[in-house]
């Protein structure tokens, strides 16, 4: 075999390697560690103090090496909020943060980058380094505190907007207030009117119509 071939083949074998360490396991008993969080660790020493709480290579389960069962805190499935759960790391070969797929029971790149902010992620790193990029968990906190600043004291930050379904939910109940105000009104100012005609007439003291008084003109020509 010749050199340009050894060559070929030491790629190929590289590349597949490097598609295996990025490709992450999927696991069922991850599935049953995942726990919703409002806070990722924000340092190393967070990181290992929740990890060491969560013990996730004491946890019963057949898809990895039980060192190889790890703690994570990453982005939930619909990148809305955080999640803390045990699953075989991979590596990341994107600049992407990472997510926990319920359906597929793993960790995957998600549609977030982390290319931005303070600290940009490298195009290479593990799963159990997230904590490092910050970007990642930024945006989720942000809407998440945005979303309790409006739900506790909606429209008192005018630089904050609020969630639009809560603006036209809003926006709705006060048109209804309106109209139901307005058609009680006119109910009131109806009845009230028919009364007073109605006590008029029982004292005799009743206004002639425009055709009686025309009757009552011509009589006395």
């Given at each position: 075999m010749d050199s340009t071939g050894k060559v070929r083949i030491m790629s190929m074998i590289i590349s597949f390697a490097f598609?295996?360490?990025?490709?992450?396991?999927?696991?069922?008993?991850?599935?049953?560690?995942?726990i919703p969080i409002k806070r990722c660790p924000r340092n190393e020493l967070e990181w290992n103090t929740r990890a060491a709480l969560l013990n996730c290579s004491s946890i019963n389960q057949t898809c990895v090496k039980p060192d190889k069962f790890e703690y994570h805190c990453i982005l939930n499935e619909n990148v809305t909020g955080l999640?803390?759960?045990?699953a075989p790391s991979k590596h990341v070969f994107e600049q992407k943060c990472l997510?926990?797929?319920?359906?597929?029971?793993?960790i995957q790149e998600s549609i977030i980058n982390c290319s931005s902010g303070p600290i940009t992620c490298p195009k290479a790193y593990r799963s159990t380094e997230a904590y490092k990029y910050q970007s990642c968990y930024d945006s989720v906190n942000e809407n998440r505190i945005e979303n309790d600043r409006c739900g506790q004291r909606i429209g008192l930050d005018k630089s904050k907007s609020c969630d639009n379904n809560e603006i036209v939910m809003i926006a709705t109940g006060i048109i209804v207030f309106t109209v139901v105000a307005l058609v009680l009104l006119?109910?009131?100012?109806?009845?009230?009117?028919k009364r007073r005609r109605r006590n008029r007439r029982n004292s005799g003291n009743v206004e002639p119509t425009k055709t009686d008084q025309y009757l009552l003109d011509t009589t006395h020509v």
């Open positions: 598609f295996k360490a990025g490709n992450a396991m999927s696991c069922e008993t991850s599935l049953i560690t995942s999640v803390e759960v045990c997510h926990f797929h319920t359906g597929g029971k793993l006119c109910v009131f100012i109806k009845y009230y009117r």
